[in-house]
């Protein structure tokens, strides 16, 4: 488990390997395909549009061209981004193959779109569908954090509220190959829940408009 998604036992997961049987004393293992797909049903996908209000402005404000999602669930992280980064190409990924599915429909749900301040529904002409144009923006790719390489060159990477789930030696790589996946002062964006020793991966503390950044030198 630890070794396939670097993840911390969860309780949806731990429930559903107990029905399936695993956890018992000699109990055959099941395939990785197996395993992947009851840890794709029970991770915890939670996510909306513009969450974490106080991180758009900031967003917008680093004018940000390639930038990636990671770890984006079905898809409300990236389609903000895609917002107030007009012409910026985002790569969107997560290793819950379901929840790629739902992202690339590209329409939001009208729970979603009700939270929204007033301003921010404007960006949007109307209940369903994301504009064509700001889908074509984003690619959406199934990616696995612990286990796929990464593409590389990235001036922004917006990874809020993954690395809480990981082991703290998988978090720490996993900010180690973020650190190689960015471009020459880049920026990288974690949620406040994930914390990481900076130091020990030389990236530097960067705050701008109130939002702590961590800028690659
Ligand atoms: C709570 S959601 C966060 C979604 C979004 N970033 C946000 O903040 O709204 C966590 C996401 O991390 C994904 N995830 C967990 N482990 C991962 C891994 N090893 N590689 C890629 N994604 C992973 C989960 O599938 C889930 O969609």
């Not at 731990?14 to 399936?20: P, Q, S």
């Not at 301003?119 to 369903?128: H, N, P, T, V």
């Not at 809020?160 to 720490?172: A, F, I, Q, T």
């Amino acid at each position: 488990m630890r070794d396939l998604f670097g993840l911390k036992w969860w309780p949806a997961f731990e429930a559903a390997a107990r029905d399936h049987a695993w956890l018992r004393p000699g109990a055959i293992l099941p395939s990785e395909t197996e395993i992947a797909r009851v840890v794709d049903k029970t991770l915890p996908k939670e996510t909306a549009l513009f969450r974490h209000a106080a991180h758009w402005p900031a967003i917008r404000a680093t004018g940000a061209k390639n930038v990636w999602s990671a770890g984006c669930a079905t898809g409300e992280e990236a389609f903000s981004i895609a917002l107030v980064l007009p012409g910026a190409r985002i790569l969107a990924t997560d290793v819950a193959a379901t929840a790629i599915r739902v992202a690339e429909e590209g329409v939001v749900r009208r729970q979603q779109l009700e939270k929204l301040s007033p301003a921010e529904r404007r960006l949007f002409k109307s209940d369903g569908p994301i504009a064509a144009e700001v889908l074509s923006r984003i690619e959406f790719r199934v990616h696995n954090l612990v286990r796929d390489d990464y593409a590389t060159g990235f001036d922004l990477i917006v990874c809020r509220n993954v690395l809480v789930y990981m082991e703290p030696d998988h978090k720490l790589r996993v900010v180690e190959q973020f650190v190689g996946a960015l471009a020459p002062s880049g920026l990288l964006l974690l949620g406040s829940v994930d914390r990481i020793p900076i130091d020990d991966v030389g990236l530097k503390r960067d705050e701008r408009n109130g939002v702590v950044f961590l800028r690659r030198p």
